[in-house]
């Protein structure tokens, strides 16, 4: 349950919660995984940024360090992920959701869409990401289309993420080759 | 005090830290606001990246949100600031000394200036920004120049920074004209 913010005590709401943390994790840790191993071979640098916190109150217990004893989850300003890669911006969020006919767009943020469309019309790469935990299957797609739909509608259904967007091929290392559709999306001209 | 890991119980350290704290807030609040200028008119997007906070214990008081009750700072994995500047990467880390005659390299850590380093080799705009608060000056340094003083001495002079940096002219909107010195440094050949 650590750094998921806003659980309540009903009880069901927050094992549904924490369900989706741990499942939420193991997306985060793909890509983790993926931007580590593209790293070493360095084709690209890409980074989760931290979870904003709005520190309250810190004590100095003792002769240890700085103890933070109240803080609260902030809503992110930005997205989860950027870096470069190929000289580019990119920029994207990745989300996960276990339905298994459509992705509630309740779980991202308006100025995140905003955000990625600013960073699309300063000619960086900006895309969202979508897992659908029943079929195992993540999706590339383009913030521009995304933004479209989102202004639409309340979920974008699993059939058009097929159709708009790109299913990610996966593998050992990396897990996900999100780089391999980010060329095909955005480098189509290199290859050529 | 807060948002500054850690401090001790110390007295005469942590108000020399406090000092530091109110200081270094300025350097950061002068860059925020000329990030939000370059972002409004479209020049930009660069923000600062969240401290990075490990959550140890959260508490669900009452009906409300989450309230995170046991934390601690975390050493940041890269730098403070990030974005999109003229299609290209930017990265960069900024900071403060109320020295006059030096810069103490302490301030910055090794895996900082290595990310600088992996940024430029991947072809992004990498530096650092150093102000000193007694003259009121801001320098820009191109990361791989810094980096070669890093590995070689504790500190680099006043003198050494006024002659390898470009001193960031300051105004009102934006207070720290930096990008002007980024296409100075960058983007030579369009400047012709």
Same mark, same amino acid.
């Given at each position: ?12 709401k ?6 989706n ?5 193991s ?17 690209a ?71 990625l ?13 979508? /897992?659908? #935990? @029943? &079929?195992?299957?993540?999706?590339? !797609?383009?913030? %521009?289309?995304? +933004?479209? *739909?989102?202004?639409?509608? /309340?979920? #974008? @259904? &699993?059939?058009?993420?097929?159709? !708009?967007?790109? %299913?990610?091929? +996966?593998? *050992?290392?990396?897990?996900? /080759? ?15």
């Amino acid at each position: 349950m650590i750094g998921y913010p806003n659980l309540k005590r009903n009880k069901v709401k927050e094992i549904k919660v924490v369900n989706n943390a741990i499942k939420g994790m193991s997306l985060e840790k793909e890509i983790n995984e993926s931007n580590e191993y593209y790293k070493q071979i360095k084709k690209a640098l890409i980074y989760k940024k931290p979870t904003p916190i709005q520190v309250v109150k810190v004590d100095y217990p003792k002769r240890s360090g700085a103890k933070i004893s109240e803080a609260y989850y902030q809503i992110p300003s930005t997205t989860d992920y950027n870096g470069i890669y190929r000289k580019n911006y990119i920029d994207f969020e990745a989300k996960e959701t276990i339905s298994k006919s459509s992705f509630p767009f309740k779980n991202i943020h308006l100025h995140q869409i905003e955000h990625l469309r600013n960073v699309s019309e300063l000619g960086g790469i900006a895309f969202i990401m979508i /897992k659908f #935990i @029943s &079929y195992n299957e993540t999706y590339l !797609i383009d913030a %521009l289309l995304a +933004e479209k *739909l989102y202004k639409n509608s /309340k979920s #974008i @259904s &699993y059939l058009k993420i097929k159709e !708009i967007g790109i %299913l990610i091929k +996966e593998g *050992l290392t990396p897990r996900l /080759k999100y780089l391999d559709v980010v060329d095909q999306i955005y480098f189509k001209e290199d290859l050529k």
